[in-house]
């Protein structure tokens, strides 16, 4: 019985030397052939029958899975030196050594093949670049508002809420419904109006604004798009009474782009 | 007639994709230019490749890992990242252009070929104490950084040294070793380069 048990203990301690080995050669980069498999495998071979614990079990396979990976090593090893690539690296360092800097820059310039690329900037990124520039404002400026600010812990009135825009004054549907009182006023007996023409405002931010309830009203509809096709011009109809288009045709979505270009095209076009 | 038209149209927008640099690094990736030149830009891409050997240039392509063995895949071709290089190789009096000297070219084949020949990967302080047998003691950090700095080399926090996207793009590797095997010293001094190039 104490002679099985002193077995067991030799067995342990040989394959933790062997986990030992491997997890070496794995993390110090050795060389993987330092480790021969075949003595490994029959030395886990001659131990396994002893083993019936669960830890005991758990060794024997730690030592499987660490000896798999040297051999992994091994494998990789070998993929590399049958590659055209590999050289003995001593061999590659000796012929450095040896070669003037001449001959190693001549011999790299065979084999170099630079890319080519233009690095320029365009009219329009310059452009893009100078309005950037012009509405930047002074660095010290900039510091100044992005400095952490104290403030003492107080009450807000709903009207302070409004003015500082965090609360709406009126709900949306109030101000869509608002909105298209306007279009009505403004398309008069004509029946529509120039997309532009209404929505265009004397500021960009506030035409952007406009452009949106307008895309609500469309939507919810309160109001058409006319597209004319052959002058390029598009109008907006306000509906008497909001008409649902839902299941009763094909609704089809038209991106209308309100780019800062666009609206000083049409504020030069009122102008003149 | 009209085909013609589209592939002219295609060349051109494939030189603008290609020649100017878009990203941080140069090159543009398959799939960017499958969204800008649609889903044939592999045949643009040739047609342009046979428009640039007249001007010795050539588009390059560098796979994600290994390069196939056969014709690439739709997903490979995607995946990869295409280039314009030089398809000759250059003169010594041209480099001097580019900003490179003679000491830089020397130390950069000296690195690359290294660092090849360890599997691709070395500590960059065997590569250094090989660069310090030509190059004067203070130089060999100030070209190490540079070699970093333009992509032929990386570094990572073991201070070991790997090829980088530079060299796997405009370095032939498999050339490059077998000519430094090949090649025989005239052991000869150094002569100056200057002098060679002004002639």
Redesign the interface.
């Known amino acids: 019985m104490s002679s099985k048990r002193q077995r067991k203990k030799i067995g342990g301690e040989h394959l933790q030397r062997i986990i030992d080995l491997c997890t070496s050669i794995e993390e110090k980069g050795l060389d993987p052939f330092l480790v021969d498999v075949e003595d490994i495998l029959e030395v886990v071979r001659e131990y396994f029958p002893e083993w019936e614990l669960p830890e005991e079990l758990s060794l024997d396979a730690e030592t499987i899975h660490r000896l798999a990976s040297v051999i992994k090593l091994q494998s990789d090893w070998l993929k590399h030196r049958s590659t055209s690539l590999y050289t003995d690296p001593f061999l590659i360092e000796e012929k450095i050594r040896k070669l003037t800097k001449v001959e190693l820059a001549n011999l790299f310039l065979e084999v170099w093949h630079p890319i080519v690329e233009f690095e320029q900037i365009s009219p329009h990124s310059l452009t893009e670049a100078i309005k950037y520039w012009q509405g930047l404002l002074p660095i010290d400026e900039r510091w100044l508002q992005t400095g952490p600010q104290k403030r003492e812990a107080g009450t807000v009135t709903r009207e302070e809420l409004i003015k500082q825009k965090i609360l709406a004054e009126n709900t949306f549907s109030e101000d869509l419904e608002a909105f298209w009182d306007e279009l009505k006023e403004k398309v008069g007996a004509n029946e529509k109006i120039l997309y532009w023409d209404f929505v265009g405002a004397n500021s960009y931010n506030e035409t952007i604004q406009r452009a949106y309830l307008t895309s609500f009203l469309i939507t919810y509809g309160y109001a058409t798009l006319e597209i004319d096709r052959l002058e390029e011009e598009m109008f907006i109809k306000p509906y008497e009474k909001p008409v649902s288009m839902l299941g009763k045709k094909q609704v089809v979505s038209i991106p209308v782009s309100i780019s800062n270009e666009e609206w000083m095209k049409w504020k030069r076009g009122l102008q003149n | 007639m009209k085909k013609k038209a589209y592939y002219t149209r295609k060349l051109k927008r494939a030189t603008h994709l290609l020649?100017?640099?878009r990203h941080q690094k140069?090159?543009v990736k398959g799939w960017e230019l499958k969204r800008g030149l649609g889903v044939d830009y592999p045949k643009v891409l040739k047609i342009l490749d046979s428009y640039l050997e007249k001007l010795d240039?050539?588009v390059?392509t560098v796979f994600e890992g290994e390069k196939p063995a056969e014709k690439p895949s739709r997903e490979q071709l995607d995946k990869a990242r295409f280039?314009?290089?030089?398809?000759?190789?250059?003169?010594?009096k041209e480099?001097k252009m580019?900003g490179w000297r003679?000491?830089d070219?020397?130390g950069?084949?000296?690195a690359i070929?290294?660092v090849?020949?360890?599997?691709g990967k070395a500590p960059r302080e065997e590569v250094e104490d090989?660069l310090r047998?030509?190059l004067p003691g203070w130089r060999v950090d100030i070209n190490m950084n540079r070699y970093i700095r333009s992509g032929y080399l990386a570094e990572d926090g073991n201070k070991q040294l790997y090829l980088d996207w530079?060299t796997r793009?405009?370095?032939?590797?498999?050339?490059?070793?077998e000519?430094?095997?090949s090649?025989n010293?005239?052991?000869?001094?150094?002569?100056d380069?200057e002098e060679?190039i002004s002639d």
């Open positions: 020649f100017y640099r140069p090159g240039l050539e390059k280039y314009i290089t030089l398809r000759g190789s250059l003169a010594p480099t580019m003679i000491d070219i020397a950069l084949a000296t070929s290294y090849t020949s360890k599997k090989l047998n030509k530079r793009a405009e370095i032939d590797q498999k050339t490059l070793v000519l430094l095997l090649t010293s005239l052991e000869k001094e150094d002569y380069y060679e």
